[in-house]
């Protein structure tokens, strides 16, 4: 076991690399020019005349083979240095570690229902396979899976705001934006709705909550189906293998059975697909946070795209690509301790 | 036979292929029920004037025109064959590249099959959208470079179960008895290994068709995918952004440039999440006898 959380460990910095190494290639389709704002510390330097820009590229060498960029590149990341992002107006690294905790708080609130009620559900379709609730379920299922997030969002949006004014879209009114950025409100997480109970202030809670409700609802709208169908069909297998027949016959009451015995078995396949619902949250957090106006890391990342601003995007894909490796690694770990048939070698 | 029989006897498969068969006809009959105005390039949605303001459904414009007076009506029917076209497009190439790749991986085993499946992992740690994004950009705005961007990164599922399928399927009987009969690796691998393997690829292309629509209709929204103008029904729906709040008196006056190119992706999506659905039901041997 010990070994083998060792092997993924030493296999981390092989996987990281090899992202780098895929999002390096990438950038290297664009031309020199595009590629100078990855070296720059000082953003004035980018507005000079095209001579000028054109010695900084003999300078910063952006002519050489591409491996002997690649190195150079990655010397800088590892100073972290991730370069100026234009389009958020501030360096790449500094801008990730200011919006993370809007699009965490985001993701948190959305993952909770979407775990917690998918689960639930799951269970309840198959127990109960083909009565009403495992009709409805599927076919709400099915329906919320072929709705595009933006198609969502934006419907949501109409009704709720168009036509209610109820949930505005943002993160903060304009007052509340007022405390939280004045002197007297200690920011201890980033996090709106945290910070607001930490200062004891209900009103900004109230506000942030009110903004978050509508991402929240299309962030978890679009993505519970995965949770809730792979439930069913685990459960489905479990209610069928003999040990539950022995439980039944043995007089215990079909509640111990469904969530003593079967549930734990069943929610076993479910935990694999943690880093599979972190990556669809991702995605959904890019689009959610575009259409809602919630300035995080997605709308951050979605900006930079249409921007062209590289290296926004690439301190965004390599933040991703990290978070999901080591999601992934956690993971595997997880279910081997949890399940003692899987043996790791 | 029975195979037929089990899709078509239960109700959401039936529903599934009846709104996939509306959308073939549309897509077949578009020239006759939508005239293109440019008959060189027929997916560019005439344009009534150039005022931003949307106007409601008239007898002119069925559906209303979008921002920038677009035809919403000749951008629903025309998008129909481009969501046939990058759906079947992306998914079919993505499979294809997994297919290939994952066969060798397999065949070869080892060394190869090490590096290949690594490969596989570093793809799988790019999150999708981002990823295809990235790429979108790189290329430039059009719909054919965000559908290569998006070829790019979908191939991996399919290399992956096409691999464990023929290494599951390399073990059983008949594969043993055909060795024993004298047949040679690639005979064994094109005539005995991947026909039985492509099952759960097949349902992975009918599951994934919709979520590619998806894909390319999101980078088209976020102004990466169609060249504005274009009848695309993510674009169309970004064309609406600016009109959610509707006008002084009336909050909804512009719900129709949301509605009308929302309603065709979503059910779409559906009918081929319903019959990849069924599909998967009726071919995958695990679920046969359960119901």
């Known amino acids: 076991m010990i070994a083998y959380i060792v092997r993924r460990l030493l296999l981390l910095p092989v996987v990281i690399a090899g992202v780098s190494v895929l999002i390096f290639s990438l950038m290297m389709l664009m031309s020199p020019f595009s590629r100078l704002a990855l070296y720059v510390r000082d953003p004035d330097a980018l507005k000079q005349g095209p001579e000028e820009l054109a010695e900084m590229v003999e300078a910063l060498g952006l002519n050489d083979p591409a491996w002997v960029q690649y190195t150079r590149w990655m010397n800088e990341v590892l100073h972290g240095n991730f370069g100026w992002s234009e389009s958020a107006r501030q360096p790449v690294l500094q801008a990730i570690t200011r919006l993370l905790p809007a699009s965490a708080e985001l993701t948190l609130y959305a993952a909770f229902p979407v775990v917690f009620i998918g689960i639930w559900l799951g269970k309840k379709a198959a127990v109960y396979q083909d009565m009403a609730i495992d009709h409805v379920t599927r076919v709400t299922a099915i329906v919320g899976w072929s709705f595009p997030t933006f198609v969502f969002g934006i419907l949501m949006l109409l009704l709720f705001y168009g036509m209610h004014k109820w949930f505005p879209p943002g993160r903060l009114s304009l007052w509340a934006s007022r405390i939280v950025y004045s002197e007297t409100f200690t920011s201890y997480t980033g996090m709106h709705t945290v910070d607001a109970v930490l200062n004891g202030d209900l009103r900004v809670l109230g506000d942030a909550l009110r903004h978050l409700v509508l991402p929240v609802i299309t962030l978890a709208y679009v993505s519970w189906a995965l949770i809730l169908r792979l439930m069913r069909s685990s459960m489905l297998e479990t209610l069928r293998q003999d040990y539950i027949i022995t439980a039944r016959s043995k007089g215990l009451s079909e509640r111990v059975v469904v969530n003593r015995h079967a549930q734990r078995n069943a929610l076993l396949p479910v935990t694999t697909v943690a880093g599979l619902m972190v990556a669809n949250l991702l995605n959904g957090v890019v689009v959610t946070e575009t259409i809602f106006n919630f300035r995080g890391l997605g709308a951050f990342a979605a900006t930079a795209a249409v921007q062209l601003d590289m290296p926004g995007i690439l301190g965004f894909s390599l933040f991703n690509g990290v978070l999901l490796v080591v999601t992934n690694l956690v993971v595997d770990i997880l279910y081997a301790s949890f399940d003692p048939r899987v043996r790791l070698e | ?291």
Not at chain 2, 41 to 65: C, F, N, V
């Open chain 2, 1 to 291: 036979m029975w195979i037929l029989k089990k899709l078509f006897t239960r109700p959401l498969s039936i529903a599934g292929f009846l709104l996939l068969f509306c959308f073939i006809v549309v897509a077949v009959i578009a020239p006759w029920i939508a005239p293109p105005q440019y008959p060189h390039q027929p997916y560019r949605i005439p344009r009534d004037g150039y005022w931003a303001e949307p106007k409601p459904p008239s007898a002119a414009h069925l559906l209303g025109t979008a921002e920038g007076q677009y035809d919403i009506f000749y951008g629903v029917v025309w998008g129909t064959r481009t969501a046939f076209r990058v759906g079947l497009v992306v998914t079919l190439s993505g499979c294809l590249i997994g297919v290939f790749i994952g066969s060798i991986a397999a065949y070869y085993g080892g060394f190869i099959d090490e590096i290949l499946m690594r490969i596989v992992d570093i793809f799988y740690t790019l999150p999708f959208l981002v990823a295809a994004m990235v790429l979108a950009v790189v290329l430039g705005r059009s719909l054919e470079n965000s559908m290569l961007a998006l070829i790019c990164f979908t191939w991996m599922g399919y290399a992956r179960v096409i691999r464990s399928e023929i290494l599951r399927i390399r073990e059983i009987d008949y594969t043993q008895a055909a060795r024993a009969l004298g047949a040679g690796n690639l005979r064994i691998l094109v005539r005995h290994i991947i026909p039985n393997a492509l099952y759960p690829v097949f349902v992975m292309v009918s599951m994934n068709i919709g979520s590619m629509v998806i894909a390319v209709s999101t980078l088209s929204f976020l102004g990466l995918g169609a060249e504005l103008g274009y009848a695309d029904w993510g674009q169309m729906i970004s064309l609406a952004r600016n009109w959610m709040l509707g006008s002084a008196g009336d909050a909804a006056a512009y719900w129709f440039t949301v509605v009308c190119p929302g309603v065709p992706i979503v059910l779409f999506v559906l009918s081929w999440n319903l019959v990849g659905d069924a599909l998967r039901d009726v071919l995958d041997p695990r679920m046969r006898g359960s119901r």
